[in-house]
């Protein structure tokens, strides 16, 4: 897959950390590095939508002719539902699964 997150850098430039590539895989995800932040996610909205791959995407994640893209969209909300991030995820059609589970209430 392809990732891409985005950050408010007048949120995240006071641990200097997030800002650094050698950071990178960052310890505990996102949520963990905002947590040091003090900022605590409330929800986490996922949204997914299928289109045709760029040229860029169709050589990087090694498609076959006409295989679409998963784009997963994620906006992370704090618990002053404020969005303090989004990433975008591109993910190759022809290996990606989504699964989706619904606990129910007893009647």
Do not use: C, H
Not at 4 to 12: E, G, P, Q, T
Not at 34 to 59: H, K, M, N, Q, S
Not at 67 to 93: A, C, F, M, Q, Y
């Amino acid at each position: 897959n392809i990732a891409r997150s985005y950050l408010v850098l007048d949120v995240v430039s006071k641990n200097p950390d997030l800002l650094s590539a050698d950071q990178e895989p960052w310890p505990g995800g996102t949520q963990n590095q905002l947590f040091t932040l003090g900022i605590e996610l409330d929800r986490i909205v996922e949204t997914f939508r299928a289109r045709p791959p760029t040229p860029e995407e169709t050589e990087e994640l090694g498609l076959p002719v006409g295989v679409s893209v998963v784009i997963l969209r994620k906006t992370s909300i704090d618990t002053n539902d404020r969005v303090v991030e989004v990433s975008d995820v591109v993910l190759p059609g022809d290996r990606t699964e989504m699964v989706y589970t619904t606990k129910l209430s007893r009647w």
